[in-house]
């Protein structure tokens, strides 16, 4: 007499059947028993170096691989000014290039340094010089400040402001004493 059961396969992790949906067909011939969730549940939490887009995994060979789960190539792209926007402490700095020696930025950053070296890759000269910057718990309220600030002591165009040296320090001192 013949048995005409069949066996039905489950996922040895979570136990839902597997079904050619949920389960990589490749993965039958090797007697891999999880489903996709559960697979991608495992390689998320043993590798933190993996990048994957919308839930599919993108290799470090591609162009835009940033390591971490994303929901576009452009949440990926601007997952990092997301998280500068959350940080509130940072500091208030004064740059200037001397190409345009009269005008200085006066802008807000985690890390001054790093928003000078920021500018100098995009300069050929290097000639971006930071004057001061000043820590703060608030830099967006203290970038605001110095913002008032300026605007009364020269002219201005967005964040960049006509003032001398001297003047760009006066406004982050201002501030600092408030």
């Known amino acids: 007499m013949l048995d005409n059961t069949v066996m039905i396969d489950t996922c ?3 136990g839902v059947e597997l079904t050619d ?3 990589q067909a490749g993965w039958k011939k090797y007697g891999r028993k999880q489903c996709k969730d559960c697979h991608d549940k495992y390689n998320e939490g043993s590798n933190k170096n ?3 887009v919308n839930g599919k995994y993108i290799p470090q060979s591609h162009p835009l691989y940033k390591p971490g789960r994303y929901k576009s190539f452009g949440d990926a792209a601007f997952s990092a000014l997301q998280k500068d926007k959350q940080i509130l402490e940072g500091y208030v700095y004064a740059i200037r290039n ?3 020696p009269s005008w200085v930025k006066i802008g807000k950053a985690v890390d001054a340094e790093d928003r000078l070296n ?3 890759t995009s300069s050929p000269m290097r000639d971006y010089e930071l ?3 000043v820590y703060f718990d608030d830099r967006n309220k203290a970038e605001r400040d110095a913002h008032k600030v300026a605007e009364r002591k020269g002219e201005r165009k967005g964040e960049w402001f006509k003032l001398t040296k001297e003047q760009a320090l006066e406004v ?3 501030v600092t004493l408030d």
Do not use: T, V
């Open 131 to 133: 004057i001061h910057s």
């Open 98 to 100: 001397k190409a345009w």
């Open 50 to 52: 993996r990048m994957w």
């Open 118 to 120: 920021g500018y100098q």
């Open 21 to 23: 949906d949920n389960w």
């Open 12 to 14: 040895k992790s979570c």
């Open 172 to 174: 982050l001192r201002e």
